[in-house]
């Protein structure tokens, strides 16, 4: 086959692709932001007698998402940040995230924390069912005054929510020591589920196929230019 006819081929059939996908490149529809009410982030601060609250010391609680909108069948990130001021220096050895309604278990977990030796890391490790939400635990993770504890909960956002829809997650409960414990229901974040963009649609389109994404999950800012240039080295090596 000559040159001419091979690209002429290449165009064709990711032109079809394309539109088998139902994408439509420069054509699109646009999503209410979030409403006042889907607050992307939330906060407490736990201050009594036991943390040494006429000297100041207390601890705080923060959870967020990463993203404020979020296309169904991809993933969403949420993550926590737990902090203590002045010298209270706990050590938390379990945190439980409760994930929205319908959502199943994490894909992923990591936890950045200090370690005397090697200072600040991030880890991935493994989450398990705590009741109806999941948990990481560790012998101690320190928590200082200039370094937190970070846990990052990754799930897979259902197929079924619909564009528009206010997904509001569950809070935290926390454990350990220098009374850093705490059960905090309320400590949610809120994302607004919104369409696919190009890539995450014809990727869904075509991992029946065996062309899909190696891992099956395109980034919301992915390129379609480089996800069709993909898609054609595929076509090549079955071709081959």
Request: aromatic letters at 4%.
């Given at each position: 086959?000559?040159?001419?006819?091979?690209?002429?081929?290449?165009?064709?059939?990711?032109?079809?692709?394309?539109?088998?996908?139902?994408?439509?490149?420069?054509?699109?529809?646009?999503?209410?932001?979030?409403?006042?009410?889907?607050?992307?982030?939330?906060?407490?601060?736990?201050?009594?007698a036991s943390?040494?609250?006429?000297?100041?010391?207390?601890?705080?609680?923060?959870?967020?998402?990463?993203?404020?909108?979020?296309?169904?069948?991809?993933?969403?990130?949420?993550?926590?940040?737990?902090?203590?001021?002045?010298?209270?220096?706990?050590?938390?050895?379990?945190?439980?995230?409760?994930?929205?309604?319908?959502?199943?278990?994490?894909?992923?977990?990591?936890?950045?924390?200090?370690?005397?030796?090697?200072?600040?890391?991030?880890?991935?490790?493994?989450?398990?069912?705590?009741?109806?939400?999941?948990?990481?635990?560790?012998?101690?993770?320190?928590?200082?005054?200039?370094?937190?504890?970070?846990?990052?909960?990754?799930?897979?956002?259902?197929a079924g929510?619909?564009?528009?829809?206010?997904?509001?997650?569950?809070?935290?409960?926390?454990?350990?020591?220098?009374?850093?414990?705490?059960?905090?229901?309320?400590?949610?974040?809120?994302?607004?589920?919104?369409?696919?963009?190009?890539?995450?649609?014809?990727?869904?389109?075509?991992?029946?196929a065996g062309?899909?994404?190696?891992?099956?999950?395109?980034?919301?800012?992915?390129?379609?230019?480089?996800?069709?240039?993909?898609?054609?080295?595929?076509?090549?090596?079955?071709?081959?």
């Amino acid at each position: 086959m000559s040159r001419t006819s091979v690209r002429r081929a290449v165009a064709t059939t990711a032109s079809l692709t394309l539109i088998a996908a139902g994408v439509t490149v420069g054509m699109g529809a646009g999503i209410a932001s979030a409403a006042p009410t889907c607050e992307q982030s939330s906060s407490a601060t736990k201050k009594d007698a036991s943390t040494g609250e006429l000297i100041g010391v207390g601890h705080t609680y923060t959870k967020s998402v990463t993203e404020a909108e979020v296309a169904a069948g991809t993933e969403v990130t949420y993550e926590t940040v737990i902090s203590t001021s002045g010298i209270g220096n706990p050590f938390v050895d379990r945190v439980t995230d409760f994930a929205p309604g319908g959502f199943g278990a994490p894909v992923q977990a990591e936890v950045t924390a200090f370690h005397a030796i090697g200072g600040l890391k991030t880890e991935t490790v493994a989450a398990t069912a705590d009741g109806t939400g999941y948990k990481v635990a560790s012998s101690g993770w320190s928590v200082t005054a200039s370094n937190p504890l970070t846990v990052k909960m990754t799930y897979l956002v259902p197929a079924g929510v619909s564009v528009g829809d206010e997904i509001t997650s569950g809070g935290i409960s926390v454990a350990g020591t220098a009374a850093v414990g705490n059960n905090l229901p309320n400590l949610d974040a809120c994302f607004t589920v919104r369409a696919k963009n190009a890539g995450e649609s014809v990727s869904g389109s075509l991992d029946g196929a065996g062309l899909g994404s190696s891992d099956s999950n395109m980034s919301s800012t992915g390129s379609l230019s480089d996800f069709i240039g993909d898609v054609i080295s595929r076509i090549f090596k079955n071709g081959s």
